[in-house]
């Protein structure tokens, strides 16, 4: 299969790396200088066990008259996604498979700028790696890749599914992929957010009385926004879920942290933003989801001046 993965950063290195084990990939990145680095070294994954692999995927920054691949997954953070596939429309053909698993939700409303419908794909996944230079990462942690079709059957996908998890990414397809995006988001949209306005490590959040009583409020707050969007979620299970992810990785540093921390646009309306977008479409009131957005914006802005 020839794969094209847009986005070199921690989780399109990763991706990019294990799928070229047994495929032709090609990474993408506007960086040059990344590109280069990749391009000359590979890449290099070091895994949760200590053990280090080398990998090696082509890599390009500008793909300008290259055929279209048979898959490409969308890596990039959510505010750049357009751009970067416009910029490379050349790998997207009428048979291309366009797949995000980009955090947040929403993105196949800019895929389907570029694919149909039948050729878009959404998921999700548990796997987290962090970026330690130019195509050199750690890989945090493992877990399940679930995909699935905007419409129809989601098993038509197995041949990619049995692709990824061939290549060491278990993967698997779902017709409630939708629930598992939502699943995904009560933690990004709680303690991750949380730590970037408060610029603390994941532990902080729980450690603190008043960062545990904001992010409960978060979570309250979006499970019943699920609920307005037909996704029943029981909360006092995801508060549970979110406090295990802050206890397993105290010192950890989201990237919601990083951004804010180094001066940089953030994901937070691709995040945060989704269930404040959900609560305006089916009524159901966000207003600490709204809060948080603007408070992350006004870092955002004194960032800049």
Known sequence: MRIAVIGAGAMGVLYGGYMSRQHDVLLVDANRAK????????????????????????AAADTRGMEPADLVILFTKSMVSDAALSANRSLIG??????????????????????DRAHVVIGTTQH????????EIRHGGSGKTCIGCLDGDSQRLAPIAQAFTACGLET???DRVQRLIWDKLFT???????????????GFI??????????????????????GDGFAFDAEE???????????????LTSIYADLRDGRRTEVDTISGSVVRASRRNGVPAPT?????????????????
């Open 94 to 115: 009428p048979d291309t498979v366009l797949m995000t698993l980009q955090n947040g939700s929403g993105h196949e409303e800019t895929l389907l700028k570029y694919a």
């Open 289 to 305: 989801h709204e809060a948080m957005i603007a408070l992350v914006h006004a870092m955002e802005a004194k960032a800049a001046l």
């Open 238 to 252: 995801k508060l549970a879920q979110v406090r295990a992810v802050c206890e397993r990785s105290p010192e950890g």
């Open 35 to 58: 590109m280069d680095v990749i391009r000359e070294k590979g890449v290099t994954i070091h895994e949760p066990d200590g053990s280090v692999t080398l990998c090696r995927p082509q």
């Open 172 to 174: 698997v397809c779902d």
């Open 206 to 227: 729980v450690r603190d009385a008043h960062a545990w009583a904001l992010c409960e409020t978060l979570v309250r707050e979006a499970a019943a926004v699920a609920a």
């Open 188 to 202: 990004n949209a709680s303690a991750s957010v949380l730590t970037g306005v408060l610029q603390v490590p994941m």
């Open 128 to 135: 987290n790696s962090a970026v330690l230079d130019f195509g």
